[in-house]
């Protein structure tokens, strides 16, 4: 016995073997659903909105200077991606385990750099 007729004549069969009278396994989507171990939640920030806080930073101790540039762990401040929004005035050498080609080139033009760490935290 195949599906034809399952939504005509065959309805009855639907709702006596259906869960709770809404057709399921019959009808309604069946997909993949990813498992939560393998999805990364992502924290980005700007790297504008980046150059707004980093003198607040500074002053909560999150940010250090070393050689007339700030040094930001990003992962240290709940952030996991750098994105390119926003302009940046300040150089500074930020930790990120992902960043865009703008927010890389962004901060390059101002006399910083991105480096990237391995570890992605959840």
Known sequence: MGMVGFHKHKWSLVMKYGESGTGWPFYGKHGF?????ISIEWRPINVGRLSEIIKELKREGKVKEEGGKYVINLLELGYNKLLGGGKVDLP?????PVASRLAVEKIEKAGGEVRIVSTVHR
Do not use: A, G, N, S
């Not at 659903?33 to 171990?37: A, D, N």
């Not at 500074?92 to 990120?96: A, C, F, I």
């Open 33 to 37: 659903k990813q498992p939560e171990t």
């Open 92 to 96: 500074m050498v930020v930790y990120t």
